[in-house]
């Protein structure tokens, strides 16, 4: 029996053993003895105790060694490839619409009440209305979100109605199977698609002149969503800049972070971040992190709206002003909405509101809200409208207390 194999020195030190035929590889970590069993083809065994002081002095040449490395790798990231059904994504679900029209190939998600599919003869997913869907079928599986807030794991089906019986979608989950009205299916997503697949979002831009006064704005904004069974996250991030001949520049910049997760079909908890730096506030930076709990107070395939309240910690930082603080620390209360409201083909609108009435500063209370209105021009580009504004009923520098804005812009969203 051929052995190749490393020689070790004594010393905290990392190596490994490496065996051909039969025998078992196994590493040596630290000051333990490891154990190595060494067979041949008759069977015959025996053991060897190696400790990290007993010398083995390397008779074969080290290229031996990455040969027979490179191969144990090779077959380990074939095993893996092959046996992970992650890997293995079936391209046979097939999709009937109502009209007649007949597609086969792969499920991307269900979104908004538009159904992603892509055929192996098509160059980009095709938007399907979920509505308009007569029949589905898929082997694969699925994370399932319902309208009542529950979720499933598992195969999925939706067989065809008639007048006398409403179309029904059956769902294949933990060996039982569950018959639900397609209306209540509300989201659907490759259990084994990667993160990026699992991203939502979109990136605008807009950019106006004006002659008369060398007025120019110019806006941009992005956002990015990810969600799976009892998780969302969301990341938006804007900045304006408006400048003119007879007056100063300014800027805006606003970076916004949520982490929700369910705790039951309608109640929720999580963690918000808000950065903001407005030019027109006299405000360099503002940082405000807190917790909340909410509730889901609707939830189709069309429209949401949500609640919560809680607490947070805010630090601002003000352009130095004469007889003034620059910097202020603030606990308050937090109480938000969030609503989304999407109609096919036609426009999405997205709107949050958030009051902050101090804890720490009785009397002085703060508002922020933002709206997106997008209407679609062609597949996955659409016309922006963005309205934004941010209150200060009490700013603690002789600054203004309103910065409200009006943006719009062409966006792209993926």
Same mark, same amino acid.
């Given at each position: 029996?051929?052995?190749?194999?490393?020689?070790?020195?004594?010393?905290?030190?990392?190596?490994?053993?490496?065996?051909?035929?039969?025998?078992?590889?196994?590493?040596?970590?630290?000051?333990?003895?490891?154990?190595?069993?060494?067979?041949?083809?008759?069977?015959?065994?025996?053991?060897?105790?190696?400790?990290?002081?007993?010398?083995?002095?390397?008779?074969?040449?080290?290229?031996?060694?990455?040969?027979?490395?490179?191969?144990?790798?090779?077959?380990?990231?074939?095993?893996?490839?092959?046996?992970?059904?992650?890997?293995?994504?079936?391209?046979?679900?097939?999709?009937?619409?109502? !009209? #007649?029209? @007949?597609? /086969? +190939?792969? &499920?991307? $998600? *269900?979104?908004?009440?538009?159904?992603?599919?892509?055929?192996?003869?098509?160059?980009?997913?095709?938007?399907?209305?979920?509505?308009?869907?007569?029949?589905?079928?898929?082997?694969?599986?699925?994370?399932?979100?319902?309208? !009542? #807030?529950? @979720?499933? /794991? +598992?195969? &999925?089906? $939706? *067989?065809?109605?008639?007048?006398?019986?409403?179309?029904?979608?059956?769902?294949?989950?933990?060996?039982?199977?569950?018959?639900?009205?397609?209306?209540?299916?509300?989201?659907?997503?490759?259990?084994?698609?990667?993160?990026?697949?699992?991203?939502?979002?979109?990136?605008?831009?807009?950019?106006?002149?004006?002659?008369?006064?060398?007025?120019?704005?110019?806006?941009?904004?992005?956002?990015?969503?990810?969600?799976?069974?009892?998780?969302?996250?969301?990341?938006?991030?804007?900045?304006?800049?408006?400048?003119?001949?007879?007056?100063?520049?300014?800027?805006?910049?606003?970076?916004?972070?949520?982490?929700?997760?369910?705790?039951?079909?309608?109640?929720?908890?999580?963690?918000?971040?808000?950065?903001?730096?407005?030019?027109?506030?006299?405000?360099?930076?503002?940082?405000?992190?807190?917790?909340?709990?909410?509730?889901?107070?609707?939830?189709?395939?069309?429209?949401?709206?949500?609640?919560?309240?809680?607490?947070?910690?805010?630090?601002?930082?003000?352009?130095?002003?004469?007889?003034?603080?620059?910097?202020?620390?603030?606990?308050?209360?937090?109480?938000?909405?969030?609503?989304?409201?999407?109609?096919?083909?036609?426009?999405?609108?997205?709107?949050?509101?958030?009051?902050?009435?101090?804890?720490?500063?009785?009397?002085?209370?703060?508002?922020?809200?933002?709206?997106?209105?997008?209407?679609?021009?062609?597949?996955?580009?659409?016309?922006?409208?963005?309205?934004?504004?941010?209150?200060?009923?009490?700013?603690?520098?002789?600054?203004?207390?309103?910065?409200?804005?009006?943006?719009?812009?062409?966006?792209?969203?993926?």
């Amino acid at each position: 029996m051929t052995i190749c194999y490393r020689r070790l020195v004594s010393g905290p030190i990392r190596h490994r053993l490496f065996f051909r035929r039969e025998a078992e590889v196994l590493p040596i970590l630290g000051p333990l003895p490891v154990r190595v069993r060494i067979s041949d083809r008759l069977s015959f065994s025996r053991r060897l105790v190696i400790d990290q002081s007993f010398v083995l002095n390397a008779m074969m040449p080290s290229i031996c060694v990455r040969k027979c490395a490179l191969s144990t790798g090779l077959l380990v990231v074939a095993a893996l490839f092959i046996g992970n059904p992650a890997y293995a994504k079936r391209n046979d679900d097939s999709v009937v619409m109502k !009209n #007649g029209d @007949r597609f /086969t +190939g792969e &499920i991307k $998600k *269900l979104d908004h009440g538009i159904l992603y599919f892509k055929s192996s003869y098509m160059l980009q997913s095709v938007q399907l209305d979920w509505v308009q869907v007569d029949k589905l079928q898929s082997k694969d599986q699925f994370f399932i979100g319902l309208q !009542n #807030g529950k @979720r499933y /794991t +598992g195969g &999925i089906e $939706k *067989l065809g109605g008639t007048e006398s019986q409403p179309a029904v979608v059956r769902l294949d989950t933990e060996g039982r199977a569950i018959e639900i009205k397609q209306t209540d299916v509300i989201s659907i997503q490759q259990s084994e698609g990667s993160f990026w697949s699992q991203l939502n979002g979109s990136i605008d831009y807009g950019l106006s002149y004006s002659s008369g006064n060398s007025a120019l704005n110019s806006s941009l904004g992005a956002g990015v969503e990810y969600q799976r069974t009892k998780t969302y996250v969301s990341l938006a991030t804007s900045s304006q800049f408006s400048t003119q001949s007879s007056g100063r520049s300014t800027n805006r910049y606003t970076l916004d972070g949520q982490y929700f997760r369910s705790l039951s079909p309608q109640w929720f908890y999580g963690g918000l971040l808000d950065l903001l730096k407005s030019d027109q506030q006299d405000l360099n930076l503002r940082t405000t992190i807190g917790a909340a709990f909410g509730r889901t107070v609707k939830r189709t395939d069309r429209t949401s709206f949500l609640i919560f309240a809680g607490t947070v910690f805010s630090h601002e930082r003000y352009f130095p002003l004469a007889n003034s603080k620059p910097l202020q620390e603030n606990a308050e209360g937090l109480l938000g909405a969030k609503f989304y409201t999407f109609r096919f083909k036609v426009l999405d609108l997205r709107s949050f509101l958030l009051v902050y009435p101090s804890l720490t500063d009785a009397g002085r209370v703060r508002i922020s809200s933002d709206s997106n209105m997008h209407i679609e021009l062609i597949k996955d580009f659409y016309w922006d409208f963005h309205l934004y504004e941010n209150f200060d009923s009490r700013p603690p520098v002789h600054a203004a207390r309103n910065d409200l804005g009006v943006t719009t812009g062409l966006g792209w969203k993926f």
